[in-house]
């Protein structure tokens, strides 16, 4: 009978803190995380009435011959989204008081 072989922890190297990213490491790193500090977030956040205005604002969905139906399930989805992150924003107490009704 063959002895079963325990697989062994994975091998990784410390980083040290000399260790200097390399040339293309630093590019992805400036592509994703940019030089510009990120702006101010938002103290109070404002829920839209109309949830799917700015995907209306890009045409129709390409998909032929269930336009309409699509249309719906969309809506539902969009509405679905809004209410569920307006509930996330309202238990963070981020809701301005315009909406908090």
């Known amino acids: 009978m063959a002895k079963r072989l325990?697989?062994?922890a994975p091998?990784?190297?410390k980083i040290s803190p000399g260790d200097r990213l390399s040339e293309q490491e630093s590019k992805q790193h400036t592509f994703w995380q940019g030089d510009a500090p990120l702006p101010e977030t938002p103290k109070y956040i404002d829920v839209t009435a109309d949830p799917g205005a700015v995907i209306r604002s890009l045409g129709p969905a390409p998909l032929e011959g269930i336009e309409e139906a699509s249309k719906?399930?969309?809506?539902g989805l969009y509405q679905r989204s809004v209410g569920l992150a307006s509930a996330l924003a309202s238990a963070a107490d981020?809701?301005?008081e315009e909406n908090a009704e």
């Not at 719906?72 to 809506?75: C, D, Q, T, V």
């Open 94 to 96: 981020l809701v301005s």
């Open 6 to 8: 325990r697989p062994s």
């Open 11 to 13: 091998r990784t190297r």
């Open 72 to 75: 719906k399930y969309f809506e």
